[in-house]
């Protein structure tokens, strides 16, 4: 049992909202989260990070994609998904409950998504035969698919292990693509005597026998495969056929539950013809229903299903009119208990924002209103926005309790015109968790809000540390540093835009000021002046 000191440091759980959960981040889930994204939904996708092709080095016949690294199409995907504003979470969803309006799903160490649908793309597990030597190079030059692995052992000395009496439904591609192969029935198979006659006479050595275990070759690969009654067929490639498992546990208690598949060789989730499952509103894609989808056929499933998915909601929104978005609930959540932070304005405020005559100030992600009300006090008349009307709610009675006036404006900064054509002399944005956008839409209404001659003053967190593994013990995180805008974003889109001026653009260790949890990480600090 895991040790946990009761004194160390839990962070407490987050409940996050979103149009769709997407439960695993490969092929299905990545391609199902684009396709939502696009239709400007909410998307979180939490992912284990255990794909069925990690342990293959390359990943072969996606048109486009051929010979990639798995780990690189995943990169690749999930650095698309945030474009649109999706995130993706480094965890594990282990249970989903039913609400009256949707769903919940609890992330093992801690966090709850709340969801309106949820996409189960968690694919499988395959089940090797227990020989020694297989898992050790399973993947590699122990594989199971002519599809995937079949013309990089072209030619070579291939023996296929036949486990299962629908072990030789690969034969046949095997046979075409190597002249050297030979068949094993290991475990006695019940397999049709015709069966084996057709492949004997077509040359390929058939041997009944059990097999003892792979031998290695002296540079580290697979040399043969070793027979119970002592003799060595020699190696190139083992071919196994191995057995699975949907990984259905999350969905187990909604009453999702895995079916046989035909081949009698493990489950799926069964799905109707919009990829819905048994339980209305959770949709399943990849290969978690349906174990022969190659990478590409994932990835189309989920895309296939996550449209089906676009509908429903579009259809749904269209009878019961829009609901309020994803982040103005997570944000109303946060602000619903004890205040978040101190009320004290951020020490990088302070520092850039001290010597500039006051004038009109626009503060983007006001939350609870710490910076707004300090420039306020100071003669700034200023302007507060946030998505979440509770915070802005918090601002205005603290305003009121100050006796100093704060204009608030509930405005999400990435939509066409946030704050209505108006120009500051000072547009803040200070750890503002804007989505990112490929067009970096909301940065642009940043920039645009900027009088001529005024300042754009933009602070994050450094998000190095955010991006390492999280401590062993410690929740996951609940959000994804790199769907945000980061300062970076700011910088970039500055420096095509004429008519600016970048006065500090620098990473340095957090001054005091507000309350936060995350004292221990350094700031990006940017300031710009527009040109008069
Ligand atoms: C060794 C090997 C090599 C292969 N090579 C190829 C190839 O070259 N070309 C090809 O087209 N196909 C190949 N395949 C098949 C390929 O692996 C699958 O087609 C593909 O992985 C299916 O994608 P998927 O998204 O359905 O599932 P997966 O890729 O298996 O992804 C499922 C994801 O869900 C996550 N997950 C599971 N449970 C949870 C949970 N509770 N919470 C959060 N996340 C969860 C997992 O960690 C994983 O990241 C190969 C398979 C194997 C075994």
Same mark, same amino acid.
């Not at 769709?20 to 396709?35: I, K, M, P, R």
């Not at 072969?60 to 999930?78: D, I, M, Q």
């Not at 041997?207 to 003799?231: F, P």
């Given at each position: ?46 992912? /284990? ?9 390359h ?28 995130e993706v ?26 969801a309106?649908? &949820? ?46 009496? /629908? ?10 693509l ?27 050595p ?29 190696a190139?490639?083992? &071919? ?98 004890? /205040?978040l ?22 503060? &983007? ?141 620098e ?5 005091p000021? /507000? ?8 700031d ?9």
């Open positions: 049992m895991a040790h946990h000191d009761p004194h160390e440091h839990r962070p407490p759980a987050v409940r996050r909202h979103t149009d769709v959960a997407v439960v695993g981040g490969s092929a299905a889930g990545l391609a199902g989260a684009l396709q939502l994204a696009r239709q400007r939904r909410g998307v979180i996708v939490v992912d /284990a990070g255990e794909p069925r092709n990690a342990p293959a080095a990943m072969h016949g996606y048109l486009g994609r051929e010979g990639l690294p798995p780990a690189e199409l995943v990169r690749v995907g999930r650095e698309e998904v945030r474009r649109y504003g999706a979470l480094d965890a594990e969803v282990a249970s989903v409950r039913r609400t009256d309006d949707g769903f919940e799903l609890d992330l093992a160490g801690g966090h709850v998504v709340v309106r649908r &949820v996409l189960l793309a968690t694919g499988l597990v395959d089940e090797l035969p227990a020989i020694p030597g297989v898992a050790e190079r399973w993947g590699r030059d122990v594989v199971h698919c002519p599809f995937c692995h079949g013309y990089e052992v072209r030619d070579r000395r291939v023996v296929q292990i036949v486990t299962h009496p /629908a072990g030789l439904h690969p034969t046949p591609l095997l046979r075409h190597t002249a050297a192969l030979t068949v094993v029935l290991h475990g006695q198979p019940a397999i049709a005597d015709d069966a084996l006659a057709d492949l004997r006479a077509a040359g390929v058939v041997v009944t026998g059990d097999v003892d275990r792979l031998v290695d070759g002296d540079d580290g690969a697979l040399a043969g495969v070793a027979l119970a009654n002592g003799e060595v067929l020699p190139d490639v083992a &071919v196994v056929g191995p057995g699975f498992r949907v990984r259905a546990e999350p969905v187990a208690d909604l009453g999702v539950t895995p079916t046989p598949h035909p081949s009698g060789l493990g489950d799926v989730v069964a799905v109707g013809a919009d990829g819905q499952t048994a339980v209305a509103g959770v949709y399943a894609a990849g290969n978690v229903t349906d174990p022969s989808h190659q990478v590409v056929h994932a990835a189309a499933d989920g895309s296939r299903v996550a449209a089906m998915i676009a509908f429903s909601l579009a259809e749904e929104d269209l009878r019961t009119g829009p609901r309020p978005p994803a982040g103005a609930l997570d944000w109303d959540d946060r602000y619903g208990g004890d /205040a932070w101190s009320g004290n304005p951020n020490g990088a405020l302070v520092q850039e924002v001290a010597d500039l005559a006051p004038g009109r100030a626009l503060d &983007v992600g006001a939350g609870e209103g710490g910076d707004a009300l300090w420039l306020a006090e100071r003669g700034w008349t200023v302007t507060a926005t946030d998505i979440s009307r509770r915070g802005l709610a918090r601002l205005e009675a603290e305003a009121r309790r100050r006796g100093v006036e704060v204009r608030s404006l509930v405005a999400d900064a990435n939509d066409a015109d946030p704050f209505g054509g108006a120009r500051f002399d000072l547009v803040l944005a200070m750890y503002a968790s804007i989505p990112r956008t490929g067009d970096d839409r909301a940065v642009r209404n940043l920039l645009a809000a900027v009088a001529p001659g005024g300042r754009l003053l933009v602070v994050s967190h450094d998000l190095e540390p955010m991006r390492a593994p999280v401590e062993p013990g410690q929740p996951p995180r609940p959000f994804d540093p790199d769907a945000y805008v980061r300062v970076e974003d700011v910088a970039r889109v500055l420096a095509a835009t004429p008519g600016w001026q970048v006065e500090v653009h990473t340095r260790p957090r001054p000021g /507000a309350a936060s949890a995350s004292h221990h990480l350094d990006v600090v940017l300031r710009a002046r527009r040109r008069a």
